[in-house]
């Protein structure tokens, strides 16, 4: 007769075996899932480590590809712009290594440099564009016209550009120098402009900024600058608007003209202003400002070519 002590010692044995099944199964299943970790691990290892070589032949050859623009870059560029007039202006964000690299090869295409305009964190500060506004429209000399926009950056081109350009029609000042001093006094105090005390009107004008712009209100300091560089473009023979890496993004100035086929059917633009190559591309884009064509150039998913005279991509 089988008695409850022998069902008690029996399921005590069979929950025993149990629970040593359990230690066991998870003892090995520990370690071939370890064994799994570690193979894998060991693969990732690998992985980044070829990446990284990747990564360091990747920046060797652009350190080499920078190096040879910057050595063929003046000669590339020689007599292109012989005895024209190049102004040069500038965000607050442009890096001034970046402006005397541009200056540099403007002055070996044989253009004269007369002068340079900075507009600072005021001018495209959204906090500060009725401001902007009332001064540009306050600073108008008499019988001179603004656009019919109402954007800050369009007025301020609108008023800086026949005081920074020539007239396409005749070559002659579109200020006079009493207009212009009195103008860039005006935005001076104002604190939205820096001048050369030698500026003076150009043919053609490089507009220099940086990348894409971070922070609140990024797009709509992008949209001043755009719309800043096209209507400068309006007011002579040629414009270009040139910035660095991430400018023709949505938050970039760059990207911002791009966006808007009216602009990009006068205004030419530069992508890649921060690399030798991209400077070299922004005086090419000036010379062809001259010829009435315009384009969108560098490294950029919406640029069309990587220079003038390049296949498209």
């Given amino acids: 007769m089988i008695s409850l002590r022998y069902h008690i010692i029996s399921i005590a044995a069979v929950l025993l075996a149990l629970a040593v099944g359990v230690v066991l199964g998870s003892t090995t299943l520990s ?14 290892g690998g992985q980044v480590s070829q990446l990284e070589d990747q990564r360091n032949a990747l920046n060797a050859k652009l350190g080499d590809a920078d190096s040879f623009a910057a050595t063929v870059g003046p000669r590339a ?28 090869l403007v002055l070996n295409s044989g253009a004269t440099v007369t002068g340079e305009l900075q507009l600072t964190e005021a001018f ?7 401001q902007l506004k009332d001064v540009v429209t306050r600073l108008l000399p008499a019988g001179a016209q603004l656009p019919t926009a109402s954007d ?17 029609a005749d070559n002659k000042p579109q200020l006079s120098t009493e207009e212009s001093a009195a103008v860039l006094a005006g935005l001076t105090d104002g604190g939205f402009v820096k001048a050369t005390p030698d500026l003076r009107p150009a043919q053609l004008a490089i507009v220099l ?8 209100g990024a ?25 660095g890496a991430g400018s023709a993004g949505g938050t970039g100035a760059v990207g911002v003209v791009r966006a ?19 400077q070299v591309v922004a005086v090419l884009a000036l010379a062809e400002q001259l010829a009435e064509k315009s384009g ?7 640029a069309q070519a990587p220079a003038p005279g390049a296949p498209a991509e």
């Avoid at 370690?31 to 990732?44: E, F, I, K, P, V």
């Avoid at 800050?152 to 396409?168: D, H, V």
């Avoid at 001043?224 to 560089?229: E, K, L, P, S, W």
């Fill in 31 to 44: 370690r071939t899932l370890l064994a799994g970790l570690n193979s894998q691990n060991d693969d990732l």
């Fill in 152 to 168: 800050p950056g369009t007025l301020a081109g609108g008023l800086l550009g026949p005081l920074l350009l020539i007239s396409k």
């Fill in 296 to 302: 969108r150039y560098g490294n950029a998913g919406n």
């Fill in 77 to 104: 560029v020689r007599g292109l712009l012989d005895k024209r007039t190049v102004v040069l202006i500038t965000t607050a964000d442009a890096r001034p290594s970046d402006r005397d690299a541009i200056k540099g």
């Fill in 260 to 278: 808007d086929t009216a602009a990009t059917s006068i205004l030419s633009t530069v992508d890649n202003a921060d690399t030798p190559a991209g």
């Fill in 209 to 216: 900024t940086g990348g894409a712009a971070a922070g609140g």
């Fill in 219 to 243: 797009g709509d300091r992008a949209a001043t600058i755009a719309r800043f560089a096209t209507q400068v473009d309006r007011s002579g023979a040629g414009t270009v608007l040139a910035g």
């Fill in 124 to 130: 495209a500060d959204q906090s500060r564009a009725d």
